[in-house]
């Protein structure tokens, strides 16, 4: 699709489903909806909103705030590979596994919180024994 000054464009909810951002456009649509996606920094809320190459989108996607800069308009919903072509990441959420702060471990928990595991549990009969 094509705006007025003759330049190629694609809706944004059926952009992010072939960049593989959602699942279905319904669940893009509601993204954009809800006014948490921004275009060029601007805070859009109609999925019929065109992008093109170059924009710029912020928005959260799970506990990220992701910042894409377009560099394809998707034909399809392709492989995963196809859809990285599409954007370039330009501010990469952090490796799996590394922790960024105390709160949040590499392990997904703190030691001593939660149920303790077979291996602590062991050292707990073991003390309760020895008593």
Not at 20 to 33: D, E, M, T
């Amino acid at each position: 699709m094509e705006d007025a000054a003759g330049r190629p464009g694609q809706r944004i909810d059926r952009w992010l489903w072939c960049a593989r951002f959602s699942k279905s456009r319904s669940v893009a649509a509601a993204l954009i909806q809800s006014g948490r996606l921004r275009v060029n920094g601007e805070r859009i809320s109609k999925a019929s909103r065109n992008v093109r190459p170059g924009d710029v989108l912020t928005f959260p996607l799970g506990p990220h705030i992701r910042v894409i800069e377009i560099v394809l308009l998707g034909l399809r919903r392709g492989p995963a590979s196809e859809a990285a072509t599409l954007y370039r990441d330009l501010e990469p959420p952090p490796e799996p596994g590394v922790a960024r702060t105390a709160a949040e471990p590499a392990t997904g928990r703190l030691p001593g919180m939660g149920r303790p595991t077979k291996k602590e549990r062991r050292q707990t009969d073991a003390l309760m024994k020895n008593d």
